[in-house]
């Protein structure tokens, strides 16, 4: 546990590099992220095609534990006006493109995307794919709430080319879903998986979290066995992030007194990690395990696996579009989100302007910064190129991780980094060494969770 004291440090997740607190805001302007947009998808459209997330933020009560951004609501008199923002926001892209884009992916995320009825998922889908070609071998997923996924939501989005769907089950102690305001009975989630494998759905994932209050190792055991007897084609398994000052009242409702201490929340890591590689699963990356013939599990086996703001992906797109409130597009050489409030996301796009409200242009020095950190993520290693331009800051990454070699979590051979099996856990830490931005403006407030 020495190794857990010296590096549980808070730590980026690493969807993107530059990461969002270091974005440079004010050398963004609007007109520069449209031009580098249209260089990305002319770049990528005819070769792999594009990637679409989609957020959809309403859910009908909060779940304390939830660092999304979203808008609780049980009025749904809500899907209709957002539906039709989102479409007029896709329109702003179809102007700029000029030019049909090919599909590749497409994930809708929330908040809780199966709020919306069945019939607006289906005119949000349609009204796209009119103006786009969806590939043959697109990959289409959406996340869903157990207790209001039915069958017409899984059949519809089916029927719209979906074959993965991801459940927030996080834990199935009662004791836990109590205090994290998200109860949801095993009986429910069992039933819709069922209902998703009849229809032919070919992957499903559940999310869970360890380190939630009032968790414990007998509680985690117990939630695992049961999971086990669905068999889910992939897990993800994330570390709670505490962090009421960002994410404010829901998790002020308990206090770091009801949460793991850090043996602990180090112990329930290792328990599942130990239980799901004894049940068959592989680890995949940060924070996930697939089975054998999962798409993931094949992506991490012939390195073609992906990462960007979705999490890990198997499709591997120079261009992520994001529609919908807080969303975030990676247009490769530049970022860019979208207004959070959902309100006034709609007035700006109801007006015919782009709601992007912040972004960043990434540097030479960040576009070869971030192929580091994405290939240590996705694959455990990485490795400079012969074209690589001279970089001090790669060179000052490489003393950063001396200590950590020294604590066995790396190896470091010339041009290359590999991580071991001990150093996985601490991978956060290991990519922290390469974020230049970080090291020269060290944060005077925590901007992160724990990395363990």
């Given at each position: 546990?020495?190794?857990?004291?010296?590096?549980?440090?808070?730590?980026?997740?690493?969807?993107?590099?530059?990461?969002?607190?270091?974005?440079?805001?004010?050398?963004?302007?609007?007109?520069?992220?449209?031009?580098?947009?249209?260089?990305?998808?002319?770049?990528?459209?005819?070769?792999?095609?594009?990637?679409?997330?989609?957020?959809?933020?309403?859910?009908?009560?909060?779940?304390?534990?939830c660092g999304c951004n979203k808008h609780i609501t049980v009025n749904h008199a809500v899907e209709g006006p957002y539906i039709k923002a989102v479409l007029q926001e896709w329109q702003l892209y179809?102007?700029?493109?000029?030019?049909?884009?090919?599909?590749?992916?497409?994930?809708?995320?929330?908040?809780?995307?199966?709020?919306?009825?069945?019939?607006?998922?289906?005119?949000?889908?349609?009204?796209?794919?009119?103006?786009?070609?969806?590939?043959?071998?697109?990959?289409?997923?959406?996340?869903?709430?157990?207790?209001?996924?039915?069958?017409?939501?899984?059949?519809?989005?089916?029927?719209?080319?979906?074959?993965?769907?991801?459940?927030?089950?996080?834990?199935?102690?009662?004791?836990?879903?109590?205090?994290?305001?998200?109860?949801?009975?095993?009986?429910?989630?069992?039933?819709?998986?069922?209902?998703?494998?009849?229809?032919?759905?070919?992957?499903?994932?559940?999310?869970?979290?360890?380190?939630?209050?009032?968790?414990?190792?007998?509680?985690?055991?117990?939630?695992?066995?049961?999971?086990?007897?669905?068999?889910?084609?992939?897990?993800?398994?994330?570390?709670?992030?505490?962090?009421?000052?960002?994410?404010?009242?829901?998790?002020?409702?308990?206090?770091?007194?009801?949460?793991?201490?850090?043996?602990?929340?180090?112990?329930?890591?290792?328990?599942?990690?130990?239980?799901?590689?004894?049940?068959?699963?592989?680890?995949?990356?940060?924070?996930?395990?697939?089975?054998?013939?999962?798409?993931?599990?094949?992506?991490?086996?012939?390195?073609?696996?992906?990462?960007?703001?979705?999490?890990?992906?198997?499709?591997?797109?120079?261009?992520?579009?994001?529609?919908?409130?807080?969303?975030?597009?990676?247009?490769?050489?530049?970022?860019?989100?979208?207004?959070?409030?959902?309100?006034?996301?709609?007035?700006?796009?109801?007006?015919?302007?782009?709601?992007?409200?912040?972004?960043?242009?990434?540097?030479?020095?960040?576009?070869?910064?971030?192929?580091?950190?994405?290939?240590?993520?996705?694959?455990?290693?990485?490795?400079?190129?012969?074209?690589?331009?001279?970089?001090?800051?790669?060179?000052?990454?490489?003393?950063?991780?001396?200590?950590?070699?020294?604590?066995?979590?790396?190896?470091?051979?010339?041009?290359?980094?590999?991580?071991?099996?001990?150093?996985?856990?601490?991978?956060?830490?290991?990519?922290?060494?390469?974020?230049?931005?970080?090291?020269?403006?060290?944060?005077?407030?925590?901007?992160?969770?724990?990395?363990?």
């Open positions: 546990m020495n190794l857990l004291r010296k590096y549980n440090v808070a730590a980026p997740r690493y969807t993107s590099y530059p990461t969002v607190p270091y974005w440079d805001e004010a050398s963004f302007d609007l007109t520069r992220w449209q031009q580098l947009l249209k260089k990305a998808f002319h770049a990528t459209n005819n070769d792999n095609g594009i990637s679409l997330y989609i957020h959809l933020p309403f859910c009908e009560s909060l779940c304390t534990y179809l102007q700029l493109f000029e030019q049909k884009p090919r599909l590749r992916e497409i994930h809708l995320g929330g908040g809780t995307p199966t709020f919306f009825s069945p019939q607006q998922l289906r005119h949000l889908l349609e009204a796209i794919y009119k103006t786009a070609t969806l590939l043959p071998d697109a990959s289409l997923s959406f996340e869903g709430h157990p207790n209001n996924t039915t069958p017409a939501h899984m059949q519809t989005l089916y029927e719209l080319g979906f074959r993965r769907m991801s459940l927030g089950i996080q834990d199935l102690d009662p004791r836990v879903q109590h205090i994290i305001h998200r109860i949801q009975p095993y009986e429910n989630v069992a039933t819709v998986v069922e209902q998703a494998r009849l229809i032919g759905y070919t992957s499903i994932n559940f999310d869970l979290i360890y380190g939630l209050p009032l968790q414990t190792a007998a509680g985690m055991e117990s939630t695992i066995r049961q999971v086990m007897q669905l068999r889910p084609d992939r897990i993800s398994f994330y570390s709670y992030a505490h962090v009421p000052w960002v994410k404010g009242v829901g998790q002020r409702l308990f206090t770091t007194a009801d949460l793991p201490d850090e043996k602990a929340k180090q112990g329930l890591y290792e328990l599942g990690k130990k239980m799901f590689t004894a049940y068959g699963y592989t680890e995949i990356g940060m924070d996930h395990f697939a089975l054998p013939g999962d798409a993931l599990h094949e992506a991490f086996t012939n390195g073609t696996l992906h990462r960007n703001f979705m999490g890990y992906t198997v499709t591997h797109t120079s261009l992520l579009v994001g529609l919908g409130a807080s969303s975030i597009g990676d247009g490769w050489y530049a970022y860019a989100q979208n207004e959070k409030s959902t309100a006034a996301y709609q007035q700006i796009v109801g007006s015919g302007q782009w709601p992007v409200k912040r972004g960043h242009i990434l540097d030479e020095e960040d576009l070869l910064l971030r192929r580091h950190i994405h290939a240590l993520m996705c694959h455990f290693e990485t490795a400079c190129n012969k074209y690589d331009p001279p970089c001090n800051a790669v060179v000052e990454s490489l003393e950063r991780l001396q200590e950590l070699e020294k604590d066995g979590l790396v190896n470091i051979q010339p041009g290359k980094v590999t991580v071991t099996r001990a150093g996985r856990p601490f991978i956060r830490n290991i990519c922290m060494a390469f974020d230049a931005r970080l090291w020269r403006k060290l944060p005077a407030a925590q901007l992160f969770s724990q990395a363990i």
